[in-house]
């Protein structure tokens, strides 16, 4: 398959290797940002090409894993109520609230729907005038221009029956909390090539220039992952810390104008709280006034639900790249993708998904 | 088995219920009375003859010849009914027979339960029973005794099948798990993950240039090549739901023995890879309904592979990995990239991802 194959050469990922081992002369701990990257590195045991002396960590870049729990009991408030169609990305109906999750409040009778689109979402709406139809927009910059369009259109066609409860998040205010913090041990960046795709990579420059640091724009396929490898050690072992394309092939430097333009017709900056590490200032998206009509929360009164994470566990570690999930005592046995603790065990992006799924092999427990 | 396929089917040549009359399932057709006499009598045992069906006894009775059976159940609730490649009348019969066919037997026969939903249209039960017959006919299987209820509008999803089967054991093969020896190599009959692709097409809207067609089949006939040829057969497993990687951890678990695969040996069609990486899906654990793997001693794999390749569903048959002796029960994988994995059950459902 095309755009596929090559880049899960066994010549090429070898020739990769064996250049990454070349440069290399001191430790390095590199993070990739993107929960893609994370399940490529762990199913291809890409981290297991690198010099022991190369430490990866995994970064926050799973959609599904920073939604907070609060967000997630709002919407289960929002689902099950009569009337409401509750239309969400598939990813999102295993995470657990704090007390249940979505496809419990289906269980339960709630008309939960998932959509692969928030295009359908507003089909929906236009199909069942009489019922509330309501998407869960979730993700960071590359699925918030779909959700962007679909508020837009729901305006522009006086769809009054369609809303959002908005959970978007940006990926440079995360990155910049972890550079921030004083036991900061990342050094170098694989930045997430979707994100790019939409938003371009000047908005990385100021971060690289500011703490001196490495961010490599990176795909998702194994070799993709060794180039952009390759290229973060090659600055760190030079001193350089620029901004770098290895993902030339989808990503152009000044992103998506139109993707950004109808994301910032509709969508303004806010603070947004992230699982397990709290609120983030100016690091997510919430709807303009102009479209508060379409918003769930205000239209839902969901607005003041609160609720703590479990203690237990400790996703926003994992999710800031300072444990790894076989550090997390719960890791495989009291939180496992039946019975999750949290949303990184049960998202196809988590952290500890991946280590569970390619590296535990859950029956290994059973025995 | 095939071979009966090019002769016209037995029954009635269009919908034996009058259309003008009765467009739709009514809940009298279960009723009891005259309707459900007469769908019984027109639509099941007339296009399904079997003399036994015929007979119109409460069950059918049938000899036995010595020897041992196999029996096995299963139920047909997929939406949509109708999908690329076959429907749920076709599957009833392939998902028994295949499940038959695994336990190293023969196909004999087979019951027939449906649950219809009132309102479902005539002519769409008309066209499931026809499909259901020639699938029983191309697997050299007759339908024996059946049973027809009508739930309400909105309590069922238009038609549920249930099909039990017994099949014939001529052989002295223990088949299982259980009798796989290290060394033994594991031959996969086809290319993975159609069924589950197509059927999810269906229902997400999503096309292709070239559409994928489900790989729904009855495997009875390349078995029976198999134990004909007097393979010393292991352990056969279908892969049903939760895909290859389900089935292998099953066998790795009651085998007591280590699987090792070879990624670059599992065939996967272009368009269900594809659609894979946009739905965040891994071929490994879709569903299959014409594939299966058999584990038999190395020596006589490839006399194994060249039986499987004959058959039309057979040609992309590989060697995709062994078992090993005295290993931890676990199934691992040698990437595309040449690096090893382990290889887990599916956990709940396959949800489509964000992004």
């Known amino acids: 398959m095309r755009f596929q194959d090559e880049y899960r050469d066994a010549e090429r990922a070898r020739q990769f290797q064996a250049a990454i081992a070349r440069v290399t002369t001191r430790p390095w701990t590199i993070m990739e940002i993107c929960g893609g990257q994370t399940h490529a590195i762990v199913r291809y045991g890409i981290d297991e090409l690198l010099p022991a002396s190369i430490t990866l960590v995994h970064g926050p870049g799973c959609p599904v894993c920073v939604t907070p729990v609060e967000m997630i009991d709002r919407a289960i408030r929002v689902a099950a109520r009569d009337g409401v169609i509750f239309c969400s990305f598939g990813d999102m109906l295993r995470v657990p609230g704090s007390r249940e999750d979505l496809t419990s409040v289906r269980a339960q009778g709630g008309d939960v729907r998932v959509v692969y689109s928030p295009l359908d979402a507003l089909q929906i709406a236009r199909e069942h005038p009489q019922r509330e139809v309501v998407f869960f927009g979730v993700g960071f910059e590359t699925t918030a221009p779909a959700t962007a369009m679909a508020v837009h259109q729901a305006r522009q066609l006086g769809v009054g029956n369609f809303s959002l409860l908005v959970a978007h998040v940006l990926v440079p205010p995360a990155m910049e909390a972890i550079l921030s913090a004083p036991d900061n041990r990342v050094q170098g960046f694989l930045a997430a090539g979707h994100v790019c795709t939409v938003m371009g990579y000047t908005e990385y420059e100021p971060l690289s220039r500011r703490y001196r640091v490495p961010i490599v724009v990176t795909g998702f396929e194994p070799l993709d992952i060794l180039h952009g490898l390759y290229l973060c050690v090659a600055q760190l072992e030079e001193g350089r810390a620029e901004v770098e394309n290895a993902y030339t092939r989808v990503v152009r430097r000044e992103g998506n104008a139109p993707a950004q333009d109808v994301m910032r017709r509709v969508f303004r900056v806010v603070p947004r709280k992230w699982r397990g590490i709290g609120e983030i200032s100016e690091s997510g998206l919430g709807l303009r006034e102009e479209y508060a009509a379409f918003d769930a929360e205000l239209k839902f009164g969901a607005e003041d639900i609160r609720a703590e994470e479990s203690p237990e566990c400790i996703a926003g570690l994992v999710l800031q790249g300072a444990k790894k999930p076989t550090e997390c005592a719960a890791f495989g046995t009291r939180c496992t993708p039946e019975r999750p603790l949290g949303a990184p065990m049960v998202s196809t992006e988590g952290a500890c998904a991946a280590y569970y799924r390619y590296r535990h092999a859950g029956m290994a427990s059973n025995e | ?355």
């Open chain 2, 1 to 355: 088995m095939s071979d009966n396929t090019d002769k016209h089917p037995p029954g009635p040549r269009s919908c034996p219920i009058p259309i003008a009359q009765y467009p739709h399932v009514m809940a009298a057709h279960g009723g009891g009375g005259k309707l459900m006499h007469e769908l019984v009598r027109r639509m099941f045992v007339a296009t399904l003859k079997s003399p036994e069906l015929e007979a119109e006894h409460d069950g059918a009775v049938l000899p036995v010849s010595p020897g041992r059976l196999a029996f096995t159940t299963d139920s047909f609730v997929i939406s949509p009914l109708f999908f690329p490649g076959g429907d749920i009348g076709s599957l009833a019969v392939h998902g028994t027979v295949n499940d038959l066919a695994m336990c190293g037997a023969r196909p004999y026969v087979l019951s027939a339960g449906f649950i219809l939903e009132e309102g479902l249209p005539m002519e769409d039960l008309w066209r499931i029973v026809c499909s259901l017959r020639d699938a029983a006919l191309e697997a050299g299987v007759r339908v024996v005794t059946g049973d027809t209820k009508v739930v309400e509008r909105g309590k069922g999803d238009g038609v549920f099948i249930n099909t039990s089967g017994i099949g014939l054991i001529d052989h002295d093969l223990r088949i299982g798990p259980t009798s796989i020896r290290g060394g033994d190599v594991i031959v996969l009959s086809g290319d993975i993950g159609r069924h589950g692709i197509a059927v999810m097409a269906v229902r997400s809207g999503l096309e292709f240039e070239r559409p994928v067609t489900s790989d729904s089949a009855s495997v009875a006939g390349i078995v029976a090549e198999l134990l004909a040829a007097g393979l010393e057969i292991h352990c056969m497993r279908d892969l049903t739901r939760g895909g290859l990687s389900s089935a292998l951890v099953e066998i790795a678990h009651k085998a007591r023995r280590a699987v090792h695969i070879e990624e670059k040996q599992i065939v996967v069609m272009p368009e269900v890879r594809g659609a894979c990486e946009m739905l965040g899906f891994d071929p490994l654990y879709v569903a299959n309904e014409g594939r299966f793997v058999v584990i038999l001693p190395a020596a006589q794999a490839e006399r194994a592979l060249a039986i499987i390749r004959r058959h039309p569903h057979g040609r992309d048959a590989r060697i995709i990995g062994t078992a090993v002796a005295d290993e931890r029960p676990i199934v691992t994988m040698t990437s595309r990239i040449g690096t090893r994995r382990m290889i887990d059950m599916l956990s709940g459902e396959q949800l489509p991802r964000i992004c």
